[in-house]
């Protein structure tokens, strides 16, 4: 099995949203330029199929579609990043083989839901699961720390058995909790072979990139991409004035896009992005349901006082 170098999966992977139509059909028109566009801000990759691209609402054919429309327009300019949404050891396995034939260059392994939900979470159950996917799949793994209250928290010595494994490279960390990414932090940096921190908490990007994570893994760079990459940059560069500037731009919107109800911010992006005259509308499938129109307008504000329209 190949050792894989988790040095090439540090900076900014923006999760896109997936624009749709009004019978929320996928806007397969629409799609190519959207994603020429995200290509030209030069993120290290794009997370195709996952929950900001409302992956749990695809068919397995969709979701397939998505990722060789993606492939194919990418054109090996960024990363690809396949979201692998599974039940179960073997559909999982089957997926990752499907995103490898594709052309993905890496994949995000979901924790299987409501499988993993309940407390206590043997460690051996969440380690079966991935350490299988990847004997079997042999290609870049990325681990995925759900968010508390939604999925498994995996415990430090957890945590540590899953760094060992060859071919995981990256965590996204989503759990939205500051103790936790230190943690999370403190045990992949201790590894012989440090593991990739990119944070998945859209409301605290600021805080975590000064906190020392390698990067993003989110959905809020589906639209205000160059802007995150340019916060980043600066946190590295210890130009830490310069990035708080872009984050008192750019946080009010991630805050509020991302609050209660959570599931929501697919909805709020789209808005954005239609603001930005990149999706015709901000359809989304049911049953989620649109924004009102107060909450409309009141992403407009965030939207202009960011500068993304």
């Excluded at 960024?78 to 994949?107: P, R, W, Y």
């Excluded at 944070?199 to 893994?217: K, N, W």
């Excluded at 009102?292 to 307008?297: I, L, N, T």
Aim: with cysteine.
């Amino acid at each position: 099995m190949t050792v894989y170098n988790p040095e090439e999966y540090k900076g900014i992977f923006a999760a896109p949203v997936l624009p749709m139509l009004e019978n929320e059909e996928i806007d397969w028109d629409t799609l190519p330029g959207y994603i020429n566009w995200l290509v030209e801000q030069r993120p290290t990759g794009l997370a195709i199929n996952m929950d900001a691209g409302e992956g749990h609402s695809l068919s397995k054919a969709e979701r397939r579609r998505v990722l060789e429309t993606y492939v194919k327009h990418v054109n090996s300019r960024c990363k690809i990043l396949a979201g692998i949404i599974a039940n179960t050891v073997q559909e999982a396995i089957d997926l990752g083989l499907e995103a490898k034939q594709i052309g993905a260059d890496a994949i995000v392994l979901f924790p299987p839901l409501p499988l993993f939900l309940g407390s206590p979470l043997p460690d051996e159950i969440p380690y079966t699961f991935h350490a299988e996917v990847a004997k079997a799949v042999d290609m870049p793994m990325i681990i995925f720390q759900f968010p508390f209250g939604t999925g498994p928290e995996y415990s430090a010595s957890l945590l540590k058995r899953l760094g060992e494994i060859d071919q995981i490279v990256a965590i996204k960390d989503a759990s939205f909790d500051a103790l936790k990414h230190l943690e999370i932090l403190d045990v992949m940096k201790s590894l012989p072979r440090p593991i990739s921190v990119l944070t998945g908490a859209d409301q605290l990007l600021f805080e975590e990139f000064v906190m020392g994570a390698d990067g993003a893994l989110i959905g809020f760079a589906s639209t205000l991409t160059k802007e995150v990459i340019a916060m980043f940059n600066a946190v590295n560069e210890r130009r830490i004035p310069e990035a708080q500037a872009i984050w008192d731009k750019i946080g009010p919107l991630a805050r509020y896009a991302w609050r209660r109800p959570f599931r929501d911010y697919r909805p709020r992006m789209k808005e954005v992005l239609v603001a930005q005259g990149l999706f015709k509308t901000a359809a989304v499938r049911a049953p989620l349901l649109p924004v009102s129109e107060a909450e409309r307008q009141r992403i407009m504000e965030l939207a202009r006082h960011a500068g993304a329209i």
